[in-house]
C-alpha cells in the first residue's frame, strides 16, 4: 500500500482531509495509553467505518495489539500501540519536523 504524505489544497484554497499517515499517527498516539474504540474513534475524529478500517490495518500490521478486558459479563476490546507503533510515531514526529511550517496543518 502506497501511503500519501503531503496535504492537497482545493481550489477553494482549504485543506484537504488528512492523509493516512496522518490518521495512523493519530490512532498510535491515542492508543499509547490503552484505548477503546470509541475512545480512539472520538478523539481521532474517525467514523466507525474509516476506524475499523484503520484499526484492522494497524492491528494486521502488528503496530496495535488487541487486548481483552472482562467487565461484568462483557468482554470488551482495548488496542495499545505495540513498539512497532511507537517507531512508528517516531520516524512520523521526524519526519514531520523535516517540513517547513508552511507545510503542515
Known amino acids: 500500500m502506497v501511503l500519501r504524505l503531503e496535504r492537497r489544497i482545493h481550489r477553494d484554497g482549504k485543506p484537504s482531509p488528512r492523509s493516512r499517515m496522518d490518521i495512523m499517527a493519530s490512532i498510535l ?13 472520538y478523539r481521532c475524529n474517525l467514523s ?7 484499526l484492522k490495518l494497524l492491528v494486521d500490521d502488528g503496530f496495535l495489539k488487541v487486548i481483552p478486558i472482562r467487565e461484568s459479563d462483557v468482554v470488551a476490546e482495548v488496542f495499545e500501540t505495540t513498539e512497532k507503533g511507537q517507531s512508528f510515531v ?16
Open 29 to 41: 498516539k491515542e492508543a499509547e495509553k490503552a484505548s477503546r474504540k470509541t475512545r480512539i474513534m
Open 90 to 105: 517516531k520516524a512520523y514526529d521526524n519526519l514531520r519536523e523535516q517540513f517547513p511550517r508552511s507545510c503542515r496543518r
Open 48 to 54: 466507525f467505518r474509516q476506524l475499523r478500517v484503520y
